[in-house]
Every structure is written in structure tokens, then in C-alpha cells.
């Protein structure tokens, strides 16, 4: 089966622009995930979904960052405006409910 | 709250020895734990799962892991290292019902040659 799909692979941002993630979990899998990886630290979870809800969103910087899974499928994840700490990779993944979660490779962000 | 430790920063270990990383959890009612890799510029690949039944899990690649409830504990292990096994190594841990996993902060192994 396909895996996690994201994109872009990269993206270089100067502070206080705006930027956005996408992500196309594996066909069937109800959960979604974003998570922040900063160089050096293990993943952070940002926001999980259940189909189009919202499960968990507590450590979202709600004044910045925004998610959206329009349709329970494919997922947006939004910074505006974007910091230097932001300056990570963010990783989405999917599971079938609490199965393991399964990784796409991740959208590097650089804010300058 | 739930939460993962893996105390070392590094784990070097000689190709053909065997190799353990350790990882140790806190959680309020049954844990589901997992071991993912990450190879450099790739995300994390999962390696193996617990979340009932037999203590010893085997998964991909030859490594296994052994729950330990009363140590809290969910250490990584394979018999025979290779080079190829270097990377990063993280821990993560659900409080089952909850289907949000934590990470640990990784491991890095190296295997020399």
C-alpha cells in the first residue's frame, strides 16, 4: 500500500511569512497526526485528528499555527506568521486507530 | 501525564555484538509501546509494537523488545548488530485507549565496523 504522502520536501521562509504543509495519510486510516521534530529532540505531537475532528490540539501554538482535515483525509498544516524556533521538521503520520502510526517523511522548514 | 526516557544520548556497540537501548515509560493504566527508526532526511520508520500478550515482541529487521511492567521498562535489543542498523531510535508510548503517542527524545546508534 502507498504511505504517508507530504509536501513540499522543503521550505525556506523568511520570519513573519506564511507558510503551509500538506499531507495525504494511508487510504483507510482514520487518525492523523502532525508532529514537530526539532533538530536534536524527539517528535512533538502538534494536533491529532479522527476522521475531520479534532482529538488532541494542546500543545498547537493556536496563535500561529492552524490544521485543518477537510473530508477525513487529507490534512493542511498552516504557520502564520512563521518564528525562527519554528525552524523544524514536521512530520505527519496515520494509524488505524491505536495500531502504530506510520510516517511520511517530513516537510523541512527553515525560517531566516 | 504520559511519558518516555531514553537515557542515552548514544549507544556505540561493535558489528556482530548484540546491542540494547533502553527505554523506560511512565503512564496512568496500560501502555501501548512502540520502537520507529529514522535514517538521516527519511522519517521514522516503525520497528515493532506491544499492546498485549507476550512480553517478548519481535519485529522488522531482526530487533526485538521485552515489556517489563514491573520495571517500566520496554528495552530495544537485537543479537548481532550491523553496520547498516546505525540511526536513530526513538521510543514512544500511548496510554491504550488514548491513541496518542509520546516520544522519547531518540537514541543514536552507531555500529562500527
Known amino acids: 500500500e502507498a504511505g504517508v504522502a507530504q509536501s513540499p520536501r522543503y521550505k525556506i521562509i523568511e520570519k513573519r511569512q506564511s507558510v503551509a504543509f500538506w499531507c495525504n495519510p494511508i487510504s483507510g486510516h482514520a487518525t492523523l497526526y502532525w508532529y514537530q521534530q526539532i533538530l536534536g529532540q524527539g517528535p512533538k505531537l502538534l494536533i491529532q485528528?479522527?476522521?475531520?475532528?479534532?482529538?488532541?490540539d494542546s500543545q498547537l501554538p493556536k496563535d500561529r499555527f492552524s490544521a485543518e482535515r477537510l473530508k477525513g483525509v487529507d490534512s493542511t498544516l498552516k504557520i502564520q506568521p512563521a518564528k525562527l524556533e519554528d525552524s523544524a521538521v514536521y512530520l505527519c503520520?496515520?494509524?488505524?486507530?491505536?495500531?502504530?502510526?506510520?510516517f511520511g517523511q517530513g516537510t523541512r522548514l527553515t525560517v531566516v | 501525564a504520559q511519558s518516555v526516557a531514553q537515557p542515552e544520548d548514544q549507544v556505540n556497540v561493535a558489528e556482530g555484538n548484540p546491542l540494547t537501548v533502553k527505554c523506560t515509560y511512565s503512564v496512568s493504566g496500560n501502555p501501548y509501546l512502540f520502537w520507529y527508526v529514522q535514517y538521516p532526511n527519511r522519517g521514522l520508520q516503525f520497528l515493532l509494537k506491544y499492546i498485549t500478550g507476550d512480553n517478548l515482541v519481535k519485529g522488522s529487521y531482526g530487533f526485538e523488545a521485552e515489556f517489563n511492567k514491573s520495571q517500566t521498562s520496554f528495552h530495544l535489543k537485537k543479537p548481532s548488530a550491523l553496520v547498516s542498523d546505525s540511526a536513530l531510535y526513538f521510543c514512544?508510548?500511548?496510554?491504550?485507549?488514548?491513541?496518542?503517542?509520546?516520544f522519547g527524545r531518540g537514541t543514536s546508534l552507531i555500529v562500527h565496523p
Open positions: 503520520a496515520s494509524s488505524r486507530g491505536q495500531g502504530a502510526a506510520f
Open positions: 514512544a508510548v500511548s496510554l491504550g485507549g488514548s491513541y496518542i503517542p509520546t
Open positions: 485528528f479522527q476522521n475531520n475532528g479534532v482529538v488532541d
